[in-house]
C-alpha cells in the first residue's frame, strides 16, 4: 500500500498553526489598550458611552497599528453586543443586506444589538455607504467604521452627519515598548516561553522602525525572537536580527489619501520657508515611502516658477534638468538629481511677482470684457487692413534711442494697470530697477509738455 505524501497522515490531528503575536496579544478590557487616553481616559466621553451601554454609530480614524479594530471588538464584549466583522475590500450591498436582516431578527428575539463593524470603510463608494443610512438611523445597527483616510474626504457627507468621528492618534514610542514587554513577558499568549532577551535600546529599535503601528512592532518583535537561535536557553536579540526582522521601516502612506498631500505640503512650505534640511528630509519620507518620482520632479518644476520665479530663473532650468536626470537615471541614482533640486530650490532668493502676476491678469481675462486689440498693434497683412488702419500709427521699438517707445499696448480700459512687481530679491532686484526707471521714463515722456 502506498501514502500519498500530500495527504493528511491518519494520527492524531496537527494543532492548527499559532495566530500572529499581534492578535493573540490584542487587549481583552479597556485599561490594556494604550495610547488613547484623549477618548479612553477616565470620564472621557467615548470610554463613558462604552461603559454605559450608551452606544452610537461612530468612524474611527487613524493610522494603521492604533487599536481601531480592537476598540470595536472591546466595545461589543462591554456592552454584550453581537460584533460582525465587515471587510469593505471584500463584501458588497448584497452582504450588507443579508448582515442587517440578522441584525434585525437578532434585536427581535433577543433585543441583541449588533455592532458592524467596518474596516477600511473609505474603500466603499457612494451606493455602498448610502446602504448604511436607513439602518443606521432607525439604530437597527451600531456602525463602527475604521479608517486610515481623512472621513471628510472619503465618507460621504450624509453618512458622516450620523456617526462621531473619533481621532485616533499614533502610538507613541512609550506605549511601543510597554506593547512589546508585555508581549514578551506573558506565556500564555506572548513570547514568554520562547525566552527572550531584549534590552530597551533593541525594544527602542523595533519602536522607531514600527513608525507609531503596534501591529507592526508585534510583527518585527515575533520574527526577530524566531529567527534568534538560542544560545544557554536564551534568545538575546541583536540589531542584526532586528533589521532583518523589520526589512525596511514602515511609513504611514497613501499616493491618493491626505498623508500624500500633508507630505508634499510639508515639502513645499519647507522649500518656501528657505529651509533646506527640512526640504530635503520631507522630499526624502515621500521617496522612500515609494512616491512617482516624476510627481516630485513635477513638483520641483512648479515651485521653480511660483515661488522661485525670475529671482532666480535658473532655477526653472535645474528643476527641469533634474527631471532629465532622472529619467536618464532611474533608482537610486536619479533620486540624487531630485535633491539637488531640491536643496538649490531651498537656498534659491524667493518671489512670486510671476505667480502673483499671472493670477491677476487671468482675473482680468475672465472678469471683464473681451475687448480688441487696439489698431497700432494689429498686423496688417493685406491692403484691405491697413486701409482700416490696422498698424497705423505702430513705432518700431528697434529704430527708437534705447529701444524705448511710449505707445499703449493695452486695451483702453486697462491702460495703467501694473501687474509684475519685481521683488527686492535675487535678479529680480535687477529686473525691479529695469521697471520701474522704464515706468519712470514714460511718465515723463507724457508730462512733458
Not at 523595533?206 to 520574527?223: K, Q, S, T
Amino acid at each position: 500500500m502506498t501514502m500519498d505524501l500530500f495527504e493528511p497522515s491518519a494520527g492524531p490531528a496537527a494543532a492548527p498553526p499559532p495566530t500572529p503575536l499581534a492578535d493573540r496579544m490584542r487587549p481583552r478590557a479597556l485599561d490594556e489598550l494604550v495610547g488613547q487616553d484623549h477618548l479612553l481616559g477616565p470620564g472621557k466621553i467615548l470610554r463613558a458611552a462604552i461603559e454605559t451601554g450608551e452606544l452610537h454609530s461612530m468612524i474611527l480614524w487613524g493610522p494603521p497599528g492604533s487599536g481601531k479594530t480592537t476598540l470595536a471588538s472591546l466595545m461589543a464584549q462591554v456592552t454584550g453586543a453581537r460584533f460582525v466583522a465587515f471587510s469593505a475590500v471584500l463584501s458588497g450591498v448584497k452582504e450588507i443586506r443579508e448582515v442587517v436582516a440578522e441584525a434585525q431578527r437578532e434585536r427581535a428575539r433577543r433585543r441583541a444589538r449588533t455592532i458592524l463593524f467596518v474596516d477600511e470603510i473609505h474603500r466603499f463608494n457612494r451606493a455602498q455607504q448610502d446602504a448604511f443610512l436607513p439602518h443606521v438611523e432607525k439604530g437597527t445597527i451600531i456602525l463602527v467604521g475604521a479608517t486610515t483616510e481623512n472621513p471628510s474626504f472619503e465618507v460621504n457627507s450624509a453618512l458622516l452627519s450620523r456617526c462621531r468621528v473619533y481621532v485616533l492618534n499614533p502610538l507613541a514610542e512609550p506605549d511601543i515598548l510597554a506593547i512589546m514587554r508585555r508581549a514578551l513577558g506573558d506565556a500564555a499568549r506572548g513570547l514568554a516561553t520562547l525566552a527572550p532577551e531584549a534590552d530597551d535600546a533593541a525594544l527602542a529599535q523595533i519602536g522607531r522602525l514600527a513608525n507609531g503601528d503596534a501591529r507592526a512592532a508585534l510583527n518585527v518583535l515575533e520574527l526577530a525572537v524566531l529567527l534568534t537561535p538560542a544560545a544557554g536557553g536564551r534568545r538575546r536579540l541583536t540589531e542584526t536580527v532586528i533589521r532583518e526582522a523589520a526589512q525596511k521601516k514602515v511609513l504611514l502612506y497613501d499616493k491618493a489619501g491626505e498623508e500624500h498631500y500633508n507630505l508634499i505640503s510639508a515639502l513645499h512650505k519647507s522649500l518656501r520657508d528657505s529651509d533646506p534640511d527640512a526640504a530635503l528630509y520631507w522630499l526624502t519620507r515621500m521617496l522612500e515611502a515609494g512616491e512617482d518620482r516624476l510627481y516630485l520632479a513635477r513638483r520641483l518644476v512648479r515651485f521653480a516658477s511660483e515661488d522661485v520665479g525670475n529671482a532666480d530663473p535658473a532655477a526653472l532650468s535645474l528643476t527641469l534638468a533634474a527631471k532629465e536626470a532622472y529619467d536618464f537615471l532611474g533608482d537610486p541614482e536619479g533620486e540624487l538629481a531630485l535633491a539637488q533640486a531640491t536643496l538649490y530650490l531651498a537656498l534659491a532668493p524667493k518671489s512670486n511677482a510671476v505667480y502673483v502676476a499671472f493670477g491677476e491678469a487671468k482675473a482680468d481675462v475672465s472678469e471683464r470684457p473681451a475687448e480688441p486689440v487696439p489698431l497700432h498693434i494689429r498686423n496688417a497683412p493685406t491692403r484691405l487692413m491697413k486701409d482700416l488702419g490696422y498698424g497705423a500709427g505702430y513705432q518700431y521699438a528697434h529704430d527708437a534711442p534705447d529701444a524705448r517707445v511710449d505707445q499703449d499696448d493695452l486695451p483702453a480700459s486697462l491702460r495703467g494697470r501694473q501687474y509684475y512687481r519685481p521683488t527686492g530679491r535675487g535678479l529680480e532686484a535687477e529686473l525691479g530697477r529695469r521697471l520701474a526707471e522704464w515706468r519712470r521714463w514714460r511718465a515723463e515722456r507724457r508730462e512733458a509738455p
